[in-house]
């Protein structure tokens, strides 16, 4: 586990030579809770500091990109799934809409409301596995997770209501959905979102004024404007360093338009503003829905009426991107015509936001490297791909 | 250099109103762009050697302001070469705008973005794995997502079939040649 660097001992008879402390190289993964999926970094420690972080990732890679390239465009939303497993309906939003933009196909109306309240409550089930697990990364061992955990269940459980799975969606459909939702579907919205309330203010209570939690997370892993767009960050991540870019507001999709809401942003730049910033994400997609379901017609086509059986797509090529709760999740395009990409690429929020990670820790304990892991809430299967 | 000659008459054919075309033509006076015809968003092509220049000068303009590097990637053309595409976007703006650079098949090199934007280092390093495309300058050229010792094969090209990649991991984990 531990190695010792090439720098060897310092040499005999310097003055200094006696007072030198040698770096140690810690390896931290890629099997290790704390890494969040299958992730690994070899941090170079003085004593108990961080002095240099090198990531290396890969190891969920399964070529989605490549195989997209084989399989038309039905088959593909399979695939966007998996690469954002906690928020998939916001993965799959953004194919199906860089396909119906390429095909120039009309969504209609109802089924666009079914994909807002879909995605702000996935943003919600997505948030909590957030706050649940970076609970334990700052030590506070299984109470927020058991109370992320409940609370993300009936979130889950209206999702398989709908689309008959926990995770892997595939429900949305280019033009609308695969079916209609079940004819109580307001009503269980709107009990989810009770609970909801109710658990969101728990972790209120749990965390946010917790005064060891703020001890161990404020200006902890503090990262300027400045820096974070020159990373490219996105999400919650880059707007707790005071950047105000979300693509709910700077280019509404949908119905984004329509609706009263805040984009919540920090600007302290550190650990503890990420966490705050998505805590006040939760509210507002509370708020989202909640108009949502007050807008959305309750009888309504789910699909346009003339859908071609095998869908093609004029050559062309299209940049989609919307704003899933790890940041901009983006859809490259490129069409020959045909029924299938002739490439597609995934930008990956995480990957970006990931590699501001050594930025973020050095000089830092070794303890503070992980929660600033943590803090920027990555998925592994989205960074591989 | 070009630009005022030999480029200019095309754009005026295409229909560019309500496009930053007409800021982004003059911040890359003296860069041969033009832009691409029929597209859904704006599109602009330069050549690679100036690739670096153009997208440095769009950063620092004030008035564009191109300070987020979202995207980087290539798109394999098979004999036309490949294209390595650039998405911009403007915290400040909130502008975007799509960079191309089309390189030969026989020279898979183009200068890196680094220098420019920080975020293109990982993305730039998937790019070089996945295609073969060489970045100059580029201060970690490692592999990013593939094996260190994979730098052969380049999976995201269409020259290479799927079932190969398994066939390369190592004796007996591909599929059996036909008539076995």
Redesign the interface.
Known sequence: MVATPEVGPPGVGHPEAEFQTQDLLLNVGPQHPSTHGVFRMVLQVDGEVVRDVIPY??YL?R?A???CE?MDYRQGIGFMDRTEYLAAFNAELSYVMAVE??AEIEVPERAQWIRMILCEMNRLSSHFMFMGAFGIDVGVFATPFIYAWKEREQLIDLFEEVSGDRMMYAYFRPGGLAWDVPANFKQRVREVLESTKVGIKDFDGLLTTNEIFRARTQGVGYISAEDA????MSGPSIRASG?N?DVRK??PYMFYDQIDFNVPTRTEGDVYARYACRMDEMWESVRIIEQCLEKMPDYGPIMPEKMPRMLRTPP????L?TEAPRG?Y?I?L?SEGGNRP??L?V?SAC??N??ALKDMSVGHYMADAIIVLGSIDIVLSEV?? | MTNENTEAAAPEELDLSGTIWAEVDRVLSGVTARPEPGALDLIVHIPPDEVIMGLRRLKTDEALDFNYLRSLTAVDLEEDGMDVVYHLFSTNTKQNLTVKTRLDNDNLAVDTATTVWRAANWLERETAEMFGIRFNGHPDPRTLLMPEDMTDTFPLRKAHPLAEIEILQGEGMGYPEEGE
């Not at chain 1, 767009?229 to 490219?232: A, F, L, R, T, V």
């Not at chain 1, 062309?316 to 940049?319: H, L, S």
Request: aromatic fraction near 10%; charged fraction near 40%.
């Open positions: 990732i890969g890679h070529g990109e490549k195989l084989t933009k390429l767009i020159d990373w490219g950047v870019i700077d280019e062309g090529e299209v940049y991107r901009e983006g490259y490129v002739y490439r690429k930008r990957l970006s990931l590699q591989d791909r």
